[in-house]
């Protein structure tokens, strides 16, 4: 804990040195996600609701993967430099530390600019009418959780993809895009897909159905998806370092 702590006051320390420079971007994070969800209030102006879903649980959904990817950006950030490590094969560096692997990784860089994203989150799970639901907190946990999970399990496909940086920064936003739509409207092979090789249904559909239903069975869905998502993308990147190169630069980091 006191390492975690140290690593995430140095991350801190680092975004805010200069200030004006971190107020515009977090300015340009909220203007930005507000636009989007403009288009979203047209959208539904129109339509209404989508298979049972209206503004407000659009909204709900919005918040809750906006916090998820906002706090694990800000504590876990390395988790998306993982791709470049292996390309530059600076993953020696944490190989031959005394620390868990994986979260040494993920604490080496914050970007505390996303900040922007967890107020929104909260802005907008309020505004749905959700922040005082008795089971938000865990919802908010397990969105944690999922989007460590998956940083970690698209980061590990590098180790398979010769080259493949480029290739893995279009999933993080294809994942997002994905996400961040409103997943009732997904039907047929596409459903399968956010259920198994790119689950957000866990985090997308299943928490939001809770709420908005009150049956549980959606809740324990979202909660042994999550945690199933979180072993697997383990194991994923504990496969991929079998496949690592070491390299020959001389890097240091205390």
Request: hydrophobic share 55%; glycine share 6%.
């Amino acid at each position: 804990m006191r390492y975690l702590i140290t690593a995430f006051c140095t991350n801190f320390k680092l975004s805010v040195a200069l200030k004006i420079s971190f107020l515009i971007t977090l300015l340009i994070v909220l203007v930005k996600q507000a636009l989007f969800l403009v288009a979203w209030k047209f959208f539904f102006a129109k339509y209404h609701t989508v298979h049972g879903w209206d503004f407000k649980e659009m909204l709900l959904m919005y918040g809750i993967v906006s916090f998820g990817i906002g706090f694990v950006e800000i504590f876990f950030y390395g988790l998306r430099e993982i791709p470049r490590l292996i390309e530059t094969h600076q993953l020696d560096v944490y190989l031959l530390q005394p620390k868990n692997l994986i979260l040494n990784i993920a604490m080496s860089k914050g970007e505390i600019t996303s900040l922007g994203e967890v107020i929104l989150g909260i802005l907008l799970i309020s505004y749905s009418g959700y922040l005082f639901s008795a089971a938000i907190i865990l919802i908010l946990l397990l969105a944690i959780v999922f989007i460590f999970s998956l940083y970690l399990y698209l980061s590990s496909i590098r180790f398979f993809v010769p080259n493949g940086t480029n290739f893995v920064r279009e999933l993080y936003q294809n994942a997002n895009i994905v996400a961040t739509q409103p997943n009732s409207a997904y039907r047929g092979l596409f459903k399968i897909f956010t259920m198994t090789l790119l689950p957000t249904a866990f985090i997308s559909f299943y928490p939001i159905e809770f709420l908005r239903t009150g049956l549980l069975e959606n809740l324990l869905f979202a909660t042994l998806g999550t945690f199933a998502f979180f072993a697997g993308a383990q194991f994923l990147f504990k496969l991929g370092l079998k496949y690592y190169e070491s390299g020959n630069n001389i890097v240091h980091r205390y």
